[in-house]
């Protein structure tokens, strides 16, 4: 049963940083890719930003580019996500998710992910 666990939520000031981490396990083999997606109350999940593992391929939404960066290690099935220039409106859940298979260089839809985790709260404030 594959499990997939975010840490490295919190509070910070805007301007401020924070690094989430989301490791997998009961996994023997690579996923397709990793990706982070983050909800907001009251508003749908979107997508963050994804990194396809054949090539290290990685994608981001226009919110979060140049201040956030994916990246992982394939074979420890761990992704990580740093971000950097927090803004309060970057306050949300924030979500890793696994995709088994697929062929496209990137998949932003969260409805196309195959695997969850439960989440971790990230609050920008001051």
């Known amino acids: 049963q594959v499990q997939l666990v975010e840490s490295g939520g919190g509070l910070v000031q805007p301007g401020g940083s924070l690094r989430l981490s989301c490791t997998a396990s009961?996994?023997?083999?690579?996923?397709?890719?990793m990706g982070w997606f983050r909800q907001a109350p009251g508003k749908e999940r979107e997508f963050v930003a994804t990194?396809?593992?054949?090539?290290?391929?990685?994608r981001y939404a226009d919110s979060v580019k140049g201040r956030f960066t994916i990246s992982g290690d394939n074979a420890k099935n761990t992704v990580y996500l740093q971000m950097n220039t927090l803004k309060p409106e970057d306050t949300a859940v924030y979500y890793c998710?696994?995709?088994?298979?697929?062929?496209?260089?990137?998949?932003?839809?969260?409805?196309?992910?195959?695997?969850w985790g439960q989440g971790t709260q990230v609050t920008v404030s001051s």
């Open positions: 009961g996994r023997t083999v690579s996923f397709y890719a």
């Open positions: 998710a696994a995709k088994d298979s697929g062929s496209r260089t990137y998949y932003y839809r969260p409805q196309e992910y195959d695997y």
């Open positions: 990194i396809r593992w054949s090539d290290d391929n990685t």
